[in-house]
């Protein structure tokens, strides 16, 4: 990706959350309405996330807010969320701290209200149009970037549907790592289960600056990672950092805005691979005892929803792909082979089915998750993308091939298996050096006119 701009750096510092699967571009939406004076277009506004949103049916006043918030968005930090009964709860900072909560109301919409006390009907304020803002951008895996949404009176994405159900169907805990804000769970055994996700980032982070693997970087910190009563770490500056990266949001935000674009932590295919064994975690949890599943407004971690997460991670991954302004450099489509073949192992791994208890009347397709992604019907699941990636899936030749007879044993649509082995004798075929711009091309032109599949 190109280097964040003087003011993409701005912004960042401002408290904006980066979005490292965007490219600077020239069609850059709030660009041209600045340099046109077409009223149409001036309709359109871009986020801080640079999703956009279409506004024109809103009151003046509306519009005014909204363009307001997005060109100069706030500096906020997100401290903590959770799920109390019916009511999802978000802690933000602002200078001052401020409360969001979206409840469920009886008839099918949420009642969103802020601490801050400055909203009213015609005009939502900042904090809640900054926050349903981030929460689309996480939530939506079928939306065009290119594409406006449509702003309601609300402040929120008609396309988003109802925050409190698209949170519900998402999981707080799934939405919070995309966020990097931390969970709390009442039950949780110690203070370090709260934060293992930003220990995770954290990492990253630091070993960066050393140009080490995450995995790899200083054991003896993050392998058994304990907080300590002191931020302090005496003759130790890399734990000295790593406890302010958890004791205080506003530096991490500050740490992670001037990261660069290739780093661990803004690397888009890393994150949704984490995205994913989180998803899988809790799918496992699930399936090894279904009864235990506790009682929630958020929708059961079973097969049909962990389905729906990986299939919004794969269409994630070709919409990064599609939708850039150059070919994925060497590193990044190692990082997003290395994801999808994380993605098929996982579900070729779960041929089981899930019974809710007390509940045989589902289906084997709808109880497996397995079954749903592969093998009752040819979906072309993960081939699609690992053929846009032939170089980079090469280096997975063997695992891919342990996966194709695993699925031998297992049974899946004739096609399936058809597509599979191509792809395994083009990747032992070998071929010389072409970018992945290349293969578009080959595509043909619609691909080309799009740079997205069809």
């Known amino acids: 990706m190109s280097p964040t701009s003087q003011s993409g750096l701005h912004a960042a510092l401002q408290g904006d959350s980066y979005d490292p699967t965007v490219e600077d571009s020239s069609s850059d939406l709030e660009s041209c309405s600045d340099s046109e004076d077409d009223d149409e277009l001036s309709m359109v506004v871009q986020s801080p996330t640079k999703l956009v949103y279409n506004i024109n049916h809103l009151s003046e006043k509306a519009q005014g807010a909204v363009r307001d918030l997005f060109s100069e968005p706030p500096a906020i930090a997100l401290q903590q969320c959770r799920l109390i009964d019916d009511t999802y709860a978000f802690q933000m900072t602002e200078l001052v701290t401020q409360s969001i909560r979206i409840r469920a109301n009886g008839d099918g919409s949420s009642q969103l209200t802020c601490s801050c006390g400055r909203g009213d009907e015609a005009e939502p304020c900042s904090h809640l149009l900054w926050l349903l803002d981030q929460l689309t951008k996480q939530t939506l895996y079928d939306h065009d970037p290119k594409t406006p949404l449509t702003m309601t009176q609300d402040g929120f994405a008609k396309e988003l549907g109802d925050p409190f159900t698209a949170i519900s169907e998402h999981h707080l805990d799934v939405l919070s790592d995309g966020l990097h804000c931390q969970v709390i769970d009442p039950e949780a055994l110690s203070e370090d289960d709260l934060a293992s996700y930003r220990v995770q980032e954290s990492r990253e982070l630091l070993a960066a600056v050393y140009g080490t693997n995450p995995e790899d970087f200083r054991p003896d910190i993050f392998g058994r990672p304990m907080l300590g009563k002191k931020v302090l770490k005496r003759n130790d500056l890399d734990c000295t950092v790593f406890r302010m990266l958890l004791d205080n949001h506003h530096f991490f935000n500050y740490f992670q805005s001037v990261s660069r674009p290739r780093d661990p932590i803004n690397d888009p295919f890393r994150k949704l691979a984490q995205r994913v064994d989180r998803v899988l975690r809790r799918f496992d949890a699930y399936a ?19 389905a729906k997460h990986l299939l919004g991670c794969t269409k994630l991954i070709k919409s990064i792909i599609y939708t850039r302004d150059r070919p994925l450099q060497p590193s990044e489509a190692a990082s997003a082979a290395r994801t999808l073949v994380h993605i098929l192992s996982a579900v070729v791994s779960r ?23 592969i093998g009752d019907k040819d979906r072309d699941f993960v081939l699609a993308e690992l053929n846009l990636l032939p170089e980079a899936a090469s280096q997975h030749l063997h695992t891919l091939e342990a996966i194709f007879e695993d699925i031998g044993m297992h049974g899946a649509p004739m096609t399936f298996f058809d597509k599979f082995k191509a792809l395994l004798g083009r990747l032992r075929t070998p071929k010389r050096s072409s970018s992945l711009k290349r293969q578009i091309d080959d595509e043909g032109a619609a691909s080309r006119g799009s740079k997205r599949m069809k």
């Open 288 to 306: 090894s005892d279904p009864a235990s599943a506790r009682s929630s407004a958020e929708t059961l971690p079973d097969a049909s929803w962990a």
């Open 351 to 373: 041929n089981h089915d899930v019974v809710p208890s007390g509940s045989l009347t589902e289906s084997r397709t709808e109880r497996n998750l397995y079954l749903r992604l």
